[in-house]
């Protein structure tokens, strides 16, 4: 069975710096594609950022320049380093993994629970 554990939110003033950790556990081939979301009361789920096997990254307009996203494949972890923080940054941020199980199943795929960041100004 597959499992993501974030970590790492808290309550930060604003202009702060948060790093959120994410690590992948369970039985599986491989991991694809990473990224973080987040989801603020009243507003749907959103890609923060996403980073490939290969290291390429990809982020949301509002945080370019603030968030750098990260892994390492050899703990099957990913992280965001979240720095400049302003309030609208509130949500739940949740970990996303592709994940290849086998050879003969395509790859999905899998989420973490989430973890709470409150930005206070």
């Known amino acids: 069975q597959v499992q993501l554990v974030e970590s790492g939110g808290e309550l930060v003033q604003a202009g702060g710096s948060l790093r959120l950790s994410c690590t992948t556990s369970g039985r599986f081939l491989s991991i694809n594609d990473m990224g973080w979301y987040r989801q603020a009361p009243g507003k749907q789920r959103e890609l923060v950022a996403s980073?490939?096997?290969?290291?390429?990254?990809n982020y949301e307009d509002s945080v370019k320049g603030r968030f750098t996203i990260s892994r390492d494949n050899a703990k099957n972890a990913v992280y965001l380093q979240m720095n400049g923080l302003k309030p609208e940054d509130t949500a739940v941020y949740y970990c996303k993994s592709r994940i290849s199980i086998n050879l003969f199943l395509n790859a999905m795929d899998y989420w973490g629970k989430g973890t709470l960041v409150t930005v206070s100004s």
């Open positions: 980073i490939t096997r290969g290291g390429s990254t």
